[in-house]
């Protein structure tokens, strides 16, 4: 199994910049997909960035430009680089990993706590 702890989330400023962290239990080498959501009160979650094993990402139309998805396997853990933020980024952001498992592929999927990143006008 697979523990995720996200980090890094606080209150900035409308243009301002932050970087989350998510670190992993395990190798994230294996793991196959790693993803960054963010869900708003009220709203539903959303999907804003993925990392495959193969070294694709892919972003959200509302922040392409302006947040990068990184991994370091060294050290067990994926960023979410965020820059020029805006209002509309107020959420609390999550961080997911799917790993297909042995021979047959079986995906297993996880999430870490969440961590608050709030962006003042």
């Known amino acids: 199994q697979v523990q995720l702890v996200e980090s890094g989330g606080g209150l900035v400023q409308a243009g301002g910049s932050l970087r989350l962290s998510c670190v992993a239990s395990?190798?994230?080498?294996?793991?196959?997909?790693m993803h960054w959501y963010r869900q708003a009160p009220g709203k539903q979650r959303e999907l804003v960035a993925t990392?495959?094993?193969?070294?694709?990402?892919n972003y959200a139309d509302s922040v392409k430009g302006r947040f990068t998805i990184s991994r370091d396997n060294a050290k067990n853990t994926v960023y979410l680089q965020m820059n020029s933020l805006k209002p509309e980024d107020t959420a609390v952001y999550y961080c997911a990993a799917v790993v297909l498992i042995g021979i047959f592929k079986a995906p297993s999927d996880y999430w870490g706590q969440g961590t608050q990143v709030t962006v003042s006008s």
């Open positions: 990392s495959t094993s193969g070294g694709t990402t």
């Open positions: 395990a190798s994230i080498y294996s793991i196959n997909f």
